[in-house]
């Protein structure tokens, strides 16, 4: 059974995208039975377009990629997830919805790529340092063995990563 991983940030437009491109990027390089949505609790509408430059610089196809509301993935007919992670900061303080099948949900805070620099170099330099740093973590999370662990395991687990 696909394990499903709903990755949340604010506005869905950068750090959450980036996320659910090098989850799905690891799962499918290696073979893994996982799949990485993203969304937002006010999304913007739009993917910051350096998000994915980064990622398409990296071999990620963003043709299918758009900026969403989380009240996508808390209908009935929604994917369950197993995991949900917040990976801004205001996205941790506000109330989610109900998860239908009550996953497992962490917060993995990083900096807004959007608020460095002044200059383009110095935004695209730093989207790709917050892609790489959420790629390795996503990395490691695509190597998680979620079929074997019951909730309070991986909760414990990727509370550690």
Same mark, same amino acid.
């Given at each position: 059974?696909?394990?499903?991983?709903?990755?949340?940030?604010?506005?869905? $437009?950068?750090? /959450?995208?980036?996320?659910?491109? !090098?989850?799905?990027?690891?799962?499918?390089?290696? =073979? @893994? &039975?996982?799949?990485?949505?993203?969304?937002? $609790?006010?999304? /913007?509408?739009?993917?910051?377009? !350096?998000?994915?430059?980064?990622?398409?610089?990296? =071999? @990620? &196809?963003?043709?299918?990629?758009?900026?969403? $509301?989380?009240?996508?993935?808390?209908?009935?007919?929604?994917?369950?997830?197993?995991?949900?992670?917040?990976?801004? &900061?205001?996205?941790?303080?506000?109330?989610?919805?109900?998860?239908?099948?009550?996953?497992?949900?962490?917060?993995?805070?990083?900096?807004?790529?959007?608020?460095?620099?002044?200059?383009?170099?110095?935004?695209?330099?730093?989207?790709?340092?917050?892609?790489?740093?959420?790629?390795?973590?996503?990395?490691?999370?695509?190597?998680?063995?979620?079929?074997?662990?019951?909730?309070?395991?991986?909760?414990?687990?990727?509370?550690?990563?």
């Amino acid at each position: 059974m696909t394990t499903n991983v709903l990755i949340l940030c604010t506005h869905n $437009s950068a750090r /959450s995208v980036l996320g659910e491109g !090098m989850f799905n990027h690891w799962a499918q390089t290696l =073979g @893994i &039975d996982a799949r990485a949505y993203s969304a937002g $609790s006010t999304p /913007s509408g739009r993917i910051n377009p !350096m998000a994915v430059e980064v990622l398409e610089r990296a =071999g @990620i &196809d963003t043709s299918s990629y758009r900026s969403k $509301s989380w009240d996508e993935f808390s209908k009935p007919d929604a994917p369950t997830m197993r995991v949900v992670i917040t990976v801004c &900061d205001s996205a941790a303080q506000e109330t989610c919805p109900y998860w239908p099948g009550s996953p497992v949900q962490v917060h993995w805070g990083y900096p807004d790529p959007s608020n460095v620099g002044t200059t383009p170099d110095d935004k695209r330099a730093a989207f790709e340092s917050t892609r790489q740093v959420i790629g390795e973590r996503m990395h490691t999370l695509a190597n998680v063995p979620f079929e074997t662990l019951n909730d309070a395991q991986l909760r414990t687990l990727l509370e550690t990563l």
